[in-house]
């Protein structure tokens, strides 16, 4: 080897040197730029977050989710507030989650795949951007005064069930797709019917993915104000809806359904409009425990489908 | 899946201890957010000294009237009187009801308190500021006296009971304002605007003053010009003095539930009872002591219509509106 052809190499090698410092340069720039997109909206939210704690930390105590609401700040709570977004979110479960999965599930096992299915999908994705006040306005004219169930727990669960149908459905579909096509088969190789492969094997491998879309779907729910204020919902109520449980047969009732309520969201909205601070303390208090609450939602979630997950084996 | 269930039972115990069933009686009350302070004091009281139910909700003055005039609410919370629409409404429905003043609010002009030229507005200056198509943009248009600083005008929105009394005491007509200020339902972003702003200037409740006086200052308001300005206070209101931003704030009871329902008919009257405390409570100015009992003796009478015959009107004496009501 000539020294003029050493020279050479060293030289390429610099150059091939210089070039891998400059890709290793761009991906560290990228993961710079990725993690200053999450800290700011993490950072947003831990802020909103410890601002909101920080007003409203006096407020937390046992006394506040036991205590009706007053025109005291000191002594109003969250009782009938919290009592009313449990027992809607259960009406919003119980609607959501049927038909949703039963939706969902036509859409991608049964329905023959035509123009027409094709339009039903678009609207379903289309459906969750619906601005929510329109959903409200939707039950006003139909469940409020169309059906007459009036304002009460049924009619805001029914709304909220509408609005998260389509998180339901999307996610039902998804999780459905993610099963292998060879578990199908199979089924099928062994004389399954098409009910018996659906109910057996894909409903119940979808489980953990459907799981998690009608959580995250509710911890969006539970914070929507917009569709509730709508349809009426009450500001000062200081009694409980009729226990859903009774001491004489059936044990059952559902008065509980038809009586006024009033929701976390509204409650903090009508604090947060009073003259006196001392009620923009509880609403603070009340923000930050909606937030823990929709945190809680999602983390069980995640939970929910990694444990899923971790059972299956194909 | 028992998890779930226990869950449940939990849950489902937690809703079980003895709370009535759904056959109790519920008084309903719905509307004005400006009534609505007082309304849910005497609830509260009233739900602790008769064990009997009561809802309020704060939908509007409007929103208020549509239910009520659809026989959804027993009462219904006003802060401003019945129009003439909502009364044919009412009618058609074949509802009928009995008018209550219950307290007084007295609208408050603000400024920053970093503001210290203006020591008194009256009523045409006032106007020049609000009136539709006002150009006004600058303290120094609206006296020559006030240094060169640009008018930042805060107000309520045009849905709102508080925006029809003022534009028709100011302006002279209801509902008529210029639209260029910067407006909002909820009465602290007021407060929030004018005291981040030197020259910002905002109308709202006088509870809304009381709750931020150490971030805002008062206006003394005159009638006319000329005619003595007049600082906005409980006193000033009782005897009259602060016009013509003092306003009666009502609440409107359905004439069957008055009638039929004992319950109604009990909650009214303590509500008249202890309006005198608890309106002061909540930071609005009570009526007289006489106007009290004139408003009482009315609800007796069980007397329906109401005095202002569909229209707003500034600057009524209690007693004259009750006296109309024959």
């Not at chain 1, 049964?110 to 039903?120: E, G, H, R, T, V």
């Not at chain 2, 005039?69 to 509802?95: F, H, L, V």
């Amino acid at each position: 080897m000539t020294t003029e052809m050493k020279a050479s190499v060293l030289k390429n090698l610099d150059a091939v040197r210089a070039m891998i410092r400059r890709h290793k340069r761009n991906d560290m720039l990228f993961a710079m730029v990725g993690l200053v997109a999450l800290m700011l909206g993490l950072l947003t939210l831990l802020t909103l977050f410890i601002d909101l704690v920080m007003d409203g930390y006096p407020r937390f105590n046992l006394q506040f989710f036991s205590d009706f609401p007053s025109r005291r700040a000191g002594s109003a709570g969250l009782l009938s507030a919290w009592v009313g977004s449990a027992l809607v979110m259960l009406v919003t479960f119980l609607t959501a989650v049927p038909v949703g999965v039963a939706a969902g599930l036509y859409l991608e096992e049964y329905a023959p795949k035509n123009w027409f299915s094709d339009l039903i999908e678009i609207n379903v994705s289309n459906l969750a951007g619906v601005p929510s006040i329109i959903y409200g306005l939707l039950a006003l004219g139909l469940f409020v005064y169309g059906f007459n169930f009036g304002q009460s727990i049924l009619t805001a669960g029914l709304t909220l069930g509408l609005l998260i149908l389509p998180i339901v459905i999307v996610s039902t579909r998804e999780a459905i797709r993610g099963i292998p096509v060879a578990i199908r088969e199979a089924a099928y190789a062994v004389g399954a019917t098409k009910w018996q492969v659906v109910s057996d094997h894909v409903v119940k491998y979808s489980q953990g993915g459907i799981l998690t879309g009608v959580i995250i779907g509710m911890s969006r729910a539970i914070g929507e104000t917009a569709p509730i204020i709508t349809i009426g919902a009450l500001t000062f109520i200081a009694f409980l809806p009729p226990s859903p449980i009774s001491d004489v047969a059936p044990f059952i009732n559902f008065q509980w359904l038809d009586s006024g309520f009033t929701v976390l969201p509204i409650q903090m909205f009508n604090w947060l409009s009073r003259p006196d601070h001392a009620f923009h303390i509880n609403a603070a208090a009340t923000g930050a425990i909606i937030i823990v609450v929709t945190l809680l939602m999602n983390g069980t979630a995640i939970y929910l489908r990694y444990k899923i997950r971790k059972n299956i084996k194909w | 899946m028992n998890k779930k269930l226990g869950m449940a039972v939990i849950i489902a115990a937690a809703f079980t201890s003895g709370y009535a069933s759904a056959a109790d009686k519920v008084i309903k009350i719905d509307g004005s957010s400006t009534v609505y302070p007082v309304t849910e004091a005497v609830a509260e009281e009233f739900q602790i000294a008769t064990k009997n139910k009561v809802t309020v909700g704060e939908s509007g003055t409007g929103s208020g009237f549509k239910k009520f005039c659809r026989g959804e609410t027993d009462i219904s919370n006003a802060s401003r009187p019945i129009a003439q629409k909502e009364m044919d409404a009412c009618k058609e429905a074949g509802i009928q009801f009995i008018e209550l003043p219950i307290a007084f609010d007295a609208l408050t002009v603000v400024v920053n308190s970093k503001n210290d030229w203006v020591k008194s507005l009256s009523v045409e200056e006032l106007k020049k500021m609000w009136e539709p198509k006002s150009s006004v943009k600058n303290w120094k248009q609206v006296n020559a006296a006030y240094p060169d600083k640009a008018l930042a005008l805060f107000g309520p929105g045009t849905a709102s009971g508080t925006f029809d009394y003022f534009t028709e005491a100011i302006n002279g007509k209801s509902k008529a304002s210029r639209t260029d200020y910067t407006p909002s339902e909820d009465d602290n972003v007021l407060v929030q605007g004018v005291s981040g702003n030197t020259g910002g200037l905002a109308y709202f409740g006088y509870a809304y003053y009381e709750e931020n006086k150490d971030k805002l200052r008062a206006i003394p308001i005159s009638a006319k010009a000329g005619s003595p300005a007049v600082m906005p206070s409980p006193e000033a209101v009782k005897d009259g003095t602060y016009q013509p931003l003092a306003r009666p704030i009502f609440i409107y009871v359905n004439a069957t539930s008055a009638a039929f329902k004992p319950e109604v008919k009990a909650f009214v009257n303590y509500y008249l009872e202890h309006a005198p405390t608890l309106v002061k409570e909540v930071k609005y100015v009570p009526l007289t002591t006489e106007d009290y009992a004139a408003v009482k003796e009315h609800f007796k009478a069980l007397k329906p219509g109401t005095g202002f015959g569909g229209k707003n009107e500034v600057g009524i004496k209690v007693k004259d509106l009750i006296n109309r009501i024959k």
